[in-house]
């Protein structure tokens, strides 16, 4: 027996090997558990069961996933920049001068509809310690957010929330807001996306990777005190669908404390500057359970810890509990012994607590070929003693079912080409201004606003621009873009053309501020994987990006997979968010949306066909989604990049914007009112088609007066199509067709773009 | 030899490095300070930089006012010897430590408010405004999300007869401040308060304007004109 009343040791664990003990009630099935017991030859104590369980989670272990997810590996295009790729905190690419760049994007979904505020706002906190973790500072983030309906009761809770935690969390760390995208459709009531992204900045010689090498280093766990919030977070929250007893959940929320974080931040770069640390991880999901195995896998396999040591913010907490906490802003480190001193002085420094919690320690050969030995005490007892590669890599790994769902044909055969277009010049204006005015597609100030976009002094190009934009460092002019993307009504329609499509809006995006796409992250939000049509939705989506990154040779870097996205059977829209990294060697040549000189040429780039089929019109025209997407063509997508690119750094070009949500019309009035000048247009054939259609591979350009010839020129070198079709002036929009004209003054097209967020969210 | 101009980082500061990058373009030498430190290091003058100090606990400004190196600070400060610029966060601490009069409090649209932002010059007499002209407009940003400024009737007659309302806002109130007031000084004309960000308007690459580098030149121009420096 134990001297601690009721303390399940591995003593008692042998003792009593029958225990009944609730593994299904943490998210665990049954064979998991006979795998457990047999991996331990024993059952597990009630501490290794609370490891195994949010280790064996679906959001720790990818069991799910992994076997799509190795295509982005397999698939992978030779990339000499890729310096850290995929299964580190992050993946890290060189963009030259010594420098490298850090970044990744990871979902916050469900812990955003319990709790909206708190939700977002640790959702930030995750993915900034994500980039840290990886040596570099951490120097602007962006979030893609999907809503409700935009005038359902429920979305009048969340957005607000959701905006206010990214905006508290974010703002207080002083990191710039850059960029992001927001939309709304009926599938995420009840299931909003929240995925965050952030970007760092780092020297190559700086990289840091979660290991513990070295018998007799130092384990520290520095930042906040262990307390009882988000317990359960990872294998409960994370990896269940919600059902009507989903409030109950609230306390398996974290409670994000940026003040903290931004000190964590301080101390951390500080202590790499001084390389006091050998190894270093977060704790994020699964917390110290994470951390400690996913640390000595990584390094000898072995490590001790007295886990009565990790300072408490509340005493009851029992050693199951301190394993699960997902207590925020925490960090563990291995420090060797000789630098411990000048670690916790640092520490102090910023005010940050420091306990030592453990060591690193050697392993036999056979300990080894089990997985290594991690061994926790509880005042002085043993309550863990496992191989911790088991729970950190070599968790369960399932081939669910897939199939393509039967009514799949039938949504496809729903042809967009058949709605109602408008017959009338009147009723073209009126559909145009209703597009622009759409939420999703019209102006996300009220969101952006609460962001701040200019701290640190490096945002070059930010909201509303086509991608964010900043400067790596004061003495260099080098830069890196940025833009998330993701269209869940195109990948409903097509999974594999959707993904691929919102890979090459945001590969467009980077390339229409003038930067070169160079990798990619990706945040995959799908309903539940035990349904064999979502399954089926995950296969071809990540099959669609592994084929696209290895075309346009993107690696991806990293990433994330959020499941159970859906209530009850009703699953959401499939919407993989793609986020594309560029470089760009100037910054001073960037390119932004607005029409900046009166008289300068527009051009469109590109070919324009009628496609309809998932379409910003056709949704909010006609509440219609059917058809196939738009085509892809990913060779069009990258010699469209290369022209863009090629112009911003020929200075060829006064403003440049990409076609995505909503086509040519939304277009053309974004870069009118961004820069406070009209546009006259002239189409030669369907004004419809031209103003609506949805086709990739294109962007408008606003050419320089007197570089007219040279680009026409660039874009033929590049085989893409050019035609001049306005001039920049006035004080409207008007496109003049052969069957007439339609004229919209600037306010108009304002009043229209600007009204709808402002007016559903008055009054929250 | 040029004039150094202090930065002070309090635990949660995150416009510090932006603060000496404009003190730098403007072509003085900035001058790391730590707030734990009761030394000003001799510097001509003092920019209390935008953030979060003490993550906004119990009232913005209110903790950081009590840091050691205040208790050099607010002495030189009030006796108008040394020039000291508070930017948003700087702003609050420098109405905590009672170096302002009024207060700042929670927008009056209770979010937080990031935009370009046009302010008035009403004051051009003061140590951090010499390089501007009375009734210039400038563009810089806002970015704050307690930036309303409060203060009695009798104090905001006060400011308005004594000629210490520096900034106005221009084109709408954002925040609710009381007559639209978006900076104000001292007795002295040595202290001044912003809630507005003057150190992100000084790059055409990064801001909507380099309309905010007068705050930092002034401050040259002030040195260079004799004024007291460090008495």
Known sequence: MSEVPGLDTVAVAHENPDTPQ??????????????????????????????????????????????????????????????????????????????????????????????????????????????????????????????????????????????SGISFYGNCLGLPNIGGEIGFGAGYIGNPLVNALCVGVMKHEDIKLAQAPGPGNKVVLFGST?????????????????????????????VGDPFMEKLLIECSLELFEKDMVVGIQDLGAAGVSCATTELAAGGTGGMNIQLDR??????????????????????????EPSKMEEFLAVCDKWQILATEIGEVTD??????????????????????????????????????????????????????????????????????????GAPGVGDPTWVTQQYDSYVRGDTVVSTPHDAGMIRIADDSHRGVALSTDGNGRFTRLDPYAGTQLAYAEAYRNVAATGARPLAVTNCLNFGSPEDPGVMWQFAESTRGLADACLQLGTPVTGGNVSFYNQTGDVAINPTPVIGVLGVIDDVRSRLRTAFGSEGARVFLLGETRPEFGGSAWADTIHSHLGGLPPRVDLAAEAALGEVLAAAAERGLADAAHDLSDGGLGVALAESAMRGGRGVRVTVDGDVFTALFSESGARAVVAVRPGEEEAFVALAGSHGVPVEQIGVVGGDSLSVTHPGGAVEVPLAELREAYEAALPALMSGV | MT???????????????????????????????????????????????????????????????????????????????????????????????????????????????????????????????????????????????????????????????????????????????????????????????????????????????????????SILSHMAAGSPVNA
């Open chain 1, 363 to 436: 392993v036999t050969a056979e300990e080894a070929a089990r997985g290594g030995r991690l061994v926790m005490t509880w005042h002085g007892e043993t309550v863990v003693d496992m191989p911790p590669r088991t729970a950190s890599d070599e968790g369960p790994v399932y081939e669910r079912p897939y199939a393509r769902p039967a009514s799949q044909d039938a949504l496809q055969a729903d042809d967009a080409a058949g709605l109602a277009r408008p017959g009338t010049d009147a009723e073209l204006r009126d559909q145009l201004l209703r597009v622009l």
């Open chain 2, 3 to 217: 004039a150094r101009v202090g930065v002070v980082t309090f635990p949660g500061s995150l416009d510090d490095k932006d603060a000496a990058r404009a003190v730098a373009l403007a072509g003085a030498e900035p001058v790391s300070l730590w707030h734990a430190d009761a030394d000003l290091k001799g510097v001509d003058a003092v920019v209390l930089p935008g953030g979060f100090s003490y993550g906004d606990y119990l009232r913005c400004g209110a903790i950081a006012r009590f840091a050691p190196l205040m208790s050099e600070l607010v002495p030189a400060a009030r006796s108008g010897a040394l020039p000291v610029l508070g930017i948003c966060n700087g702003f609050q601490i420098l109405c905590e430590s009672h170096l302002l009069p009024g207060a700042l409090t929670r927008n009056a649209s209770l979010r937080f408010v990031n935009r370009d932002q046009v302010l008035r010059v009403e004051n051009a007499g003061t140590a951090w405004t010499g390089d501007y002209t009375e009734g210039r407009e400038i563009l810089v940003v806002l970015k704050s999300g307690e930036g309303s400024y409060v203060a009695d009737e009798a104090t905001l007659d006060e400011l308005e007869a004594t000629g210490r309302v520096v900034v106005r806002y221009v084109g709408g109130n954002p925040n609710g401040s009381r007559r639209d007031i978006a900076g104000i000084t001292n007795e002295h004309g040595n202290v001044v308060g912003l809630m507005p960000h003057p150190e992100h308007a000084v790059e055409a690459l990064t801001g909507p304007s380099t309309e905010g580098l007068g705050f930092f030149t």
């Open chain 1, 22 to 163: 609730p593994y299904a009630e943490l998210g665990m099935a049954k064979d998991e558990y006979e795998r457990v017991r047999e991996i331990l030859g024993r059952r597990p104590t009630s501490a290794e069961l609370a490891i195994y369980s949010v280790m064996w989670s679906e959001h720790c272990s990818y069991k799910s996933s992994k076997v799509h997810l190795r295509q982005f590996g397999e698939k992978a295009p030779e990339n000499d920049a890729l310096l850290v790729g995929m299964g580190e905190n992050a993946g890290v690419v060189d963009v030259g001068d010594g420098r490298a760049v850090t970044f990744k994007i990871e979902s916050h979904n469900h812990p955003s509809y319990v709790e909206p505020h708190q939700g977002a706002a640790t959702g930030v906190g995750g993915i900034v310690r994500d980039i840290l973790t990886m040596g570099a500072r951490p120097v602007a983030v962006m979030d893609a957010l999907r809503f409700g309906p935009a005038d359902a009761d429920d979305t009048k809770r969340v957005l607000p929330g959701v905006v």
């Open chain 1, 310 to 335: 990790v300072p408490l913010r509340d005493h009851r907490l029992t050693p199951e509990e301190i394993l699960m906490s997902e207590s925020q802003e925490r960090m563990m480190a291995i420090v």
């Open chain 1, 226 to 254: 262990t307390g009882p919030d988000g317990i359960g977070g990872a294998s409960v929250l994370a990896s269940a669908t919600f059902d009507d007893e989903s409030h109950a959940k609230r306390p398996s929320v974290q």
